[in-house]
C-alpha cells in the first residue's frame, strides 16, 4: 500500500519539470499593442529548454531555446495594422495565450511630471476637456491602448514590474492615463486610422542625468559625475536610477519612436542639457537596436519659478532648440502660448498632444504642406534703428497680422534691454521690432524670460513661435 502511494508523489514531485509554463512579463499582455510591419521582440521566462510561439495574424510557428537562466527571447514579424484582435499562444508545455491584441503603432511617452499628469490632473490642477474626452473614451477601445510603468524606490535595476498591466481606452482607464499622451494618440489614430499604443514611463521632478548610465553621462564635457550619481539625491534625480528602474523594463519592446517631456529639473545646470539630452536619445536608440528611432519633445512651458523675469528657464528652452542640430531625426514643438505664471503644470496639454502628433504625422507619416512646429528665427537685419526678424515655419505668414505683439525686448550696445514695439511686416514671416529708448539695436530677444504673458505670434496653423535671442549674454537679464 506504501509502494502504491509513493509512486503518484513521486510523479507529482516531478510533474512541474515536465509540463513547464512560460512566465511573461507585464510589458506582454492580453489587449497589447505591436508595432506594425516590423520584427518585435517577444520574451519571458521558462522552466523547459525550448519554447515556441505561434502568432494567429500567419499562423507561423516560432522556436527558440531558453539561456542557463530560463530566458528567452524571439523575434516575429508583424503585419501592417488594423482593428482586428489577434493571439499569440506561448507554451513550454503548457500553453499560455495573450489575446485582444492590436497590431499598430507604438510610442515610448517619457520626462517629469507634465507627461506623467493624468488626464483627471493633479490636486487642484485641472487638465482642459478632460471630462469631454474621459467619457467619450470607450469609442477608442480599439483604437487606443496603454500602459504605465509603475514607480518604485529601489535602485536596483529591474527587468520586470507588477501592478500595471496594458489597458483598453475606456472612461474608468483614461482618467489615469498620461494627458498628454492620450491627447497625442487620440490625434494619431484619427490621422491614420491606426490603433496606437502606448507605453508611459515618465517620473514627476526627474532629472535627465537619472535616465541615462554612467558611461554616457562621462562622455558629457565638465559633468561632475560623483554629485550626479551621490546617495544624497532623490531616486528621481540620480544618475541612472531612472534608466534602471524605468527605462530597462520596456527596452524589448519594439515602438516606433520616442515622446519626451523633460527640462523643468534641469534649469539649474542648462549649459549642460543639449549635450546631455543628445547623449541619452543616441544611448536609448543604441538599447533599442533602433539607430534612427524619432525623438520628439515638448519645449518646458513658461513659468514663474523664483521670478518670472528671471531668464534660467529662457536658457533651457534655448538649450532644447540647439539639441537639434545635434540629434538625428528630432523634432520639438513650442509652449510659448500656454504657460501658467503661478503653475508648473499648465492645463493646456490638448494643444500639447496635437503638436507632438503634427510633428509626428509629418516628419515620420508622411503627411505633406503644413508645418511640422511653430515658427522659429532663422535671422534679424538691422536698418534705420530697427530690427527686422525673420522665421521659418510660416510659408503662408504670421499672426496676428496688423496688431502689437508683446514680448519682444531690444539693446543697443550697454546690452539694456527694454520692452520694444513689434508688429509683422505685411503678411509676410517678418516682425519689425523697435524701440525709442534705443537709437542703433544689436540685439533682440522674444519672450525670453521665465514667463512672459499674453504670448500670441504664431503661423496660420495656430502654432506658436518658439522664444529666442540674438545675443550671447546668459549674464544680463
Known amino acids: 500500500m506504501k509502494r502504491q502511494l509513493l509512486i503518484p508523489a513521486l510523479l507529482l514531485l516531478f510533474l512541474p519539470f515536465a509540463q513547464g509554463k512560460v512566465k511573461l512579463p507585464a510589458m506582454m499582455g492580453d489587449h497589447m499593442v505591436l508595432q506594425q510591419n516590423s520584427s518585435v521582440k517577444l520574451w519571458g521566462r521558462a522552466d523547459g529548454k525550448k519554447v515556441t510561439i505561434t502568432t494567429s495574424w500567419n499562423n507561423r510557428t516560432y522556436r527558440t531555446s531558453t539561456d542557463k537562466d530560463g530566458n528567452w527571447l524571439v523575434k516575429v514579424d508583424t503585419p501592417a495594422g488594423g482593428y482586428t484582435p489577434y493571439s499569440i499562444t506561448i507554451s513550454d508545455g503548457t500553453p499560455v495565450t495573450l489575446s485582444d491584441i492590436l497590431i499598430g503603432e507604438v510610442w515610448i511617452c517619457s520626462g517629469q511630471s507634465n507627461m506623467e ?20 473614451a470607450g469609442n477608442y477601445r480599439d483604437r487606443i491602448r496603454f500602459i504605465t510603468v509603475p514607480r518604485i524606490k529601489n535602485i536596483q535595476k529591474r527587468t520586470d514590474f507588477e501592478g500595471k ?24 489614430t484619427q490621422s491614420l486610422n491606426l490603433p496606437v499604443g502606448l507605453v508611459i514611463n515618465s517620473w514627476g521632478g526627474s532629472a535627465i542625468e537619472a535616465w541615462m548610465d554612467e558611461q554616457t553621462l562621462s562622455t558629457i564635457e565638465g559633468m561632475n559625475i560623483e554629485a550626479a550619481k551621490s546617495p544624497k539625491r532623490d531616486v528621481r534625480q540620480r544618475l541612472e536610477c531612472l534608466y534602471n528602474l524605468m527605462l530597462w523594463p520596456v527596452k524589448n519592446f519594439t515602438a516606433r519612436g520616442f515622446l519626451w517631456y523633460q527640462g523643468e529639473s534641469n534649469i539649474s545646470n542648462y549649459q549642460f542639457y543639449a549635450p546631455m539630452m543628445t547623449a541619452m536619445v543616441q544611448l536609448w536608440r543604441n538599447v533599442w537596436e533602433a539607430p534612427d528611432m524619432p525623438f520628439y519633445y515638448v519645449q518646458i512651458a513658461p513659468y514663474k519659478y523664483k521670478n518670472s523675469r528671471d531668464i534660467e528657464a529662457a536658457l533651457l528652452r534655448e538649450a532644447q532648440v540647439n539639441a537639434l542640430k545635434t540629434i538625428p531625426n528630432s523634432g520639438i514643438v513650442p509652449t510659448t502660448d500656454i504657460g501658467n505664471e503661478f503653475c508648473i503644470h499648465p492645463s493646456q496639454k ?39 526678424v525673420a522665421f521659418d515655419n510660416a510659408r503662408a505668414g504670421l499672426f496676428p497680422t496688423f496688431e502689437q505683439l508683446e514680448g519682444f525686448e531690444i539693446a543697443g550696445a550697454d546690452k539694456k534691454f527694454y520692452p520694444a514695439k513689434a508688429k509683422v511686416v505685411g ?10 529708448q534705443v537709437s542703433q539695436p544689436i540685439a533682440v530677444r522674444y519672450a525670453f ?5 499674453n504670448i500670441t505670434l504664431r503661423n496660420t496653423f495656430g502654432l506658436s513661435a518658439f522664444p529666442f535671442r540674438t545675443d550671447t549674454w546668459d549674464d544680463v537679464k
Open 117 to 136: 499628469m493624468r488626464m483627471m490632473g493633479n490636486s487642484a490642477q485641472p487638465v482642459d476637456n478632460s471630462l469631454e474626452t474621459i467619457l467619450n
Open 449 to 453: 524670460r521665465n514667463y512672459v504673458g
Open 350 to 388: 490638448e494643444p500639447v498632444g496635437l503638436r507632438l502628433a503634427t510633428l509626428a504625422l509629418t516628419q515620420t507619416y508622411g503627411v505633406r504642406k503644413l508645418p511640422s512646429t511653430g515658427p522659429m528665427m532663422t535671422n534679424v537685419e538691422y536698418t534705420d534703428g530697427k530690427a527686422i
Open 427 to 436: 503678411r509676410s514671416n517678418k516682425v519689425e521690432v523697435q524701440s525709442e
Open 165 to 188: 498591466k496594458w489597458e483598453v481606452s475606456s472612461p474608468e482607464t483614461t482618467i489615469d492615463c498620461s494627458a498628454t499622451g492620450y491627447f497625442f494618440a487620440k490625434q494619431l
